[in-house]
């Protein structure tokens, strides 16, 4: 994965029958990569 990349169309647990990912292991997740942000997109 490139370095700077950054998702921009994401949905999480409050985007009704659309998305899955809960904010904290989320957040979690994004960090592990070592991407420097995401775009939630409920």
């Known amino acids: 994965?490139?370095?700077q990349f950054v998702h921009?169309?994401?949905h999480t647990q409050y985007s009704l029958?659309?998305?899955?990912n809960?904010?904290?292991?989320?957040?979690r997740q994004i960090?592990?990569?070592g991407q420097p942000a995401v775009?939630?997109?409920d």
């Open 17 to 20: 029958l659309d998305g899955a």
């Open 8 to 10: 921009l169309h994401l």
């Open 1 to 3: 994965m490139p370095d």
């Open 39 to 41: 775009a939630i997109t």
């Open 31 to 33: 960090r592990d990569f």
């Open 22 to 27: 809960q904010l904290d292991p989320l957040v």
